[in-house]
């Protein structure tokens, strides 16, 4: 008989599990918002509240269910298409929310940025499911301690990093045009060291490429360049070798290197083992790819896989 929830629930029975996921951009990605902000024609996807990036729950299942290869399988872990008998998924696909924020630097080419409240929110999301996801339990109360040592975190115009950091210059760290000064005797050691281990898809040597690039800073300018430093690109359309009457149009992508996380969970006892069964299809522990937004025809939208 199995004797733990996952193998319970593996063998098709017991409790509801959910998984968390890290997503990594390996190209720009285009989860459009369908209608033009400010200067922006094709804005992404954000929260209504912080404004920060996201990619939607709908955004996020339709390029999950396309990983899978059999149609029945995708109809039967996803829900029912139309004309097709009605009945619904088998695990919920929340919006993917952003952890690190790739901002060049002027040492070390590119940084990872995060601030206390991003985080916050991510051992929030992860603390709602803990008891679905056994095999995290740990790794999520290790987070959850980092954070309580942390405090405040930085203060305005403060960078928090690694002791072995090298986006350093001597005692500060310039990202962008912007300097954020070191203060004694802070360090994010621990929180860089959390996502090297854990949350990182991508092989070596860049989990610790990502702890050593790693830089806590205030919500403020975490909220600063999640809006303004955004891979925005002008497109414009050909017609008989020339530039369409319409004019150009711009488009904003999240940059490459963005992490973004999200937890899929099951809700009904009865779909207990199905999550396993799409992240074993889709091979998870080989940190698979999914594309999903639009423009995929010119590789937008590649996103590398990793299981917390």
């Not at 097709?84 to 901002?103: C, I, Q, W």
């Not at 060049?104 to 985080?119: D, F, I, K, R």
């Not at 954020?180 to 860089?192: D, H, N, R, V």
Request: charged share 25%; aromatic share 6%; with cysteine.
């Amino acid at each position: 008989m199995p004797d733990k929830p996952n193998e319970l629930a593996a063998a098709g029975g017991g409790a509801p599990q959910a998984a968390a996921l890290f997503l990594i951009a390996e190209s720009p990605v285009h989860a459009g918002a369908g209608g033009a902000e400010a200067a922006l024609d094709l804005p992404i996807q954000r929260s209504v509240q912080t404004r920060w990036p996201i990619i939607n729950d709908s955004t996020l299942r339709g390029g999950l269910k396309r990983m899978l290869e059999n149609e029945q399988d995708a109809s039967d872990l996803f829900g029912s298409e139309a004309g097709e008998t009605p009945h619904p998924g088998r695990f919920s696909t929340p919006d993917a929310e952003v952890a690190l924020f790739p901002v060049a630097s002027a040492v070390g080419l590119t940084a990872w940025v995060t601030c206390l409240e991003a985080l916050q929110y991510l051992v929030r999301r992860l603390k709602i499911f803990e008891s679905k996801m056994p095999d995290a339990a740990d790794k999520i109360k290790e987070l959850r301690d980092v954070l309580a040592q942390a405090g405040k975190g930085p203060g305005v115009g403060e960078a928090w990093v690694a002791a072995q950091c090298d986006v350093k210059l001597k005692d500060s760290v310039v990202l962008e045009s912007d300097r954020f000064s070191i203060p004694q005797g802070s360090s994010a050691e621990k929180l860089a060291d959390w996502f090297c281990k854990y949350a990182v898809p991508l092989p070596d040597p860049w989990p610790a490429r990502v702890k050593s690039h790693f830089v806590l800073i205030h919500e403020e300018a975490f909220t600063h360049y999640v809006e303004r430093k955004t891979d925005v690109r002008t497109r414009v359309k050909i017609e008989n070798g020339r530039a369409a009457a319409s004019g150009p149009w711009t488009e904003e992508n999240l940059p490459v290197d963005t992490l973004l996380y999200s937890v899929l969970s099951e809700s009904r006892k009865e779909d207990a083992g199905k999550l396993k069964d799409f992240l074993d299809k889709v091979g998870i522990d080989r940190n698979p790819v999914v594309q999903l937004g639009g423009d995929q025809n010119l590789g937008r939208g590649i996103l590398r896989l990793k299981k917390l």
